[in-house]
């Protein structure tokens, strides 16, 4: 269901036009209108869903199938050297537009793009006591 205001729901059911590397019932493929490299593409479902929490795993599953595909042709177009494949999810976590939405982004060598943290600190008993507690939820 097209959720009003959203542009990525108007994207996705053409009313707002894009450049759209691929489509077919359940998604749009367009590349992104501020790109982080040459080739950013962005995999978008038709149906609206806010993000990782809101999308349910069918769909989320074909829309990675789908990945693997795009991402492949666009290696053989663009010849990156790597992709970095990023999905936002919060206000806190970068998301700017709230329906969900996967990015592909090429890679080439030397260039500026920034995605990445720090590597932190663990011991392994924290790390055990917390995939415990994950693993219960699943
Ligand atoms: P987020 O920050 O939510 O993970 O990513 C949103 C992405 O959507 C950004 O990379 C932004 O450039 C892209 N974007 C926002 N509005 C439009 C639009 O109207 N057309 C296209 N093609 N991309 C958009
Ligand atoms: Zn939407």
């Known amino acids: 269901m097209a959720e009003k205001d959203c ?17 077919n019932s359940d998604f749009r493929v367009i590349l992104d ?6 080739g950013h593409a962005l995999i978008i479902p038709r ?7 809101d ?3 069918l769909t989320a599953g074909k829309l990675f199938s789908l990945a693997t595909e795009v991402a492949r042709a666009m290696k053989s177009v663009l010849h990156c050297d ?7 999810n919060g206000i806190v976590a970068g998301q ?5 939405h996967l990015h592909l982004i090429p890679r080439y060598e030397n ?3 920034n995605i990445g943290w720090q590597p932190g ?6 790390l055990q006591e917390l995939a415990k507690e994950i693993r219960k939820k699943i």
């Open 33 to 38: 209108v501020a790109p982080a490299n040459r």
């Open 111 to 113: 260039d500026n793009v």
């Open 82 to 88: 790597g992709m970095n494949i990023v999905q936002n």
């Open 55 to 57: 999308i349910d795993a």
């Open 96 to 100: 700017t537009v709230f329906h969900f």
């Open 47 to 53: 149906e609206h869903f806010k993000d990782i929490f």
């Open 7 to 23: 542009i990525f729901c108007k994207i996705a059911n053409g009313e707002i036009p894009s450049a759209t590397i691929y489509e």
């Open 121 to 126: 600190d663990s011991t392994p008993g924290e």
